[in-house]
């Protein structure tokens, strides 16, 4: 059976249970991530969806766009539900040739958290990522401390980190409380990838280390590498079940770890509901030892 729910922050004073199934909003704005999304309306019934759908997770970014889907979230949810948690990242920014830059001092989180909160009309986030971009020039600690600080301050609620290795999780649990990690992950990222304006692929050995200290473990890219590195083994568990090889994609992450909380992200409402069916498939001992 899969769990269907999952404790974030559970050693804190304010932990928060969420549905695990959650929604990854980059893919809602236009072409290489940048401007706004092909079909609005359509972006934004999406959202609303997630609502409806029993969503209570999104992830998000001022980056997005530039700060798009913040946008669209504000405007298609806002006031929100008391259940809902908004996941936002700080450490990077785009240019307006559409490169991707990191932006890890102390006063560029700041100001980037104080986007983030405008935008999205909150006056504290509830999760903020502090994500390490490959160029970043900044110390960890140093990036750290400052993030640290904006919540000491009351700016965010919990705080977590993303796209780290083990050594760099285990410095940031060193300084402070850590609630979440996002990285990427899925049935084809399961070892070492580099991947271009990305980064290092680690997902698998952060994963233990998440497992290990009861830390939900939020995957990114879990589609977008698995859908394009065709795997026989996929195609013939989603023929069993009668399902997509993008389902059983999903599936495989539910059943792989009680800490894992999928986010997957589409700007099509057909394919949003699909994913979403995925939580219903039950994937068998034997399914999930020949998938490995």
């Known amino acids: 059976m899969i769990t269907k729910e999952i404790i974030i922050a559970g ?25 706004e999304p092909k079909n609005r309306p359509e972006a934004l019934q999406i959202l609303k ?13 001022d980056y997005y766009g530039d700060d798009i889907t ?18 936002t990242k700080l450490g990077g920014a785009r240019k307006p040739d559409k490169s991707w830059i990191s932006i890890s001092r102390p006063e560029q989180l700041r100001s980037s958290l104080e986007r983030n909160l405008r935008t999205l009309k909150l006056d504290r986030m509830t999760l903020v990522h502090f994500r ?18 904006l919540q000491k301050e009351g700016k965010l ?3 977590g980190v993303s796209n780290v290795s083990t050594d760099e999780l285990d410095t940031a649990m060193s300084m402070g409380p850590i609630a979440t990690v996002e990285n990427m992950y899925g049935h084809a990222l399961r070892t070492s990838t580099s991947i271009p304006h990305v980064g290092e692929n680690r997902g698998g050995e952060v994963l233990a280390t998440c497992e290990k200290n ?15 590195k065709k795997d026989d083994r996929i195609a013939t568990i989603a023929k069993k079940y009668n399902a997509t090889e993008a389902q059983i994609n999903l599936a495989w992450l539910l059943h792989r770890s009680p800490w894992i909380l999928p986010i997957p992200g589409t700007s099509s409402l ?17 399914d999930m030892d020949f998938l490995e």
């Open 214 to 228: 009861g830390i939900p473990f939020i995957p990114y890219f879990s589609l977008v590498q698995s859908m394009a």
């Open 70 to 87: 913040n946008r669209l979230i504000a405007e298609a949810l806002y006031p929100y539900p008391a259940n809902l948690v908004i996941c």
């Open 270 to 286: 057909k394919h949003f509901e699909e994913n979403v069916q995925s939580t219903e498939i039950q994937l068998s001992k034997e």
């Open 157 to 159: 609620l919990h705080l």
């Open 132 to 149: 390490v971009f490959a160029n970043n020039d900044v110390p960890l600690k140093e990036s750290m401390d400052a993030m640290f600080q």
């Open 49 to 61: 969806q997630c609502i409806s759908g029993g969503i209570q997770f999104l992830d998000t970014a």
């Open 11 to 35: 050693r804190s004073k304010n932990p928060l249970k969420v549905n695990r199934f959650g929604y990854g909003t980059m893919r809602l704005t236009g072409p290489a991530i940048w401007g």
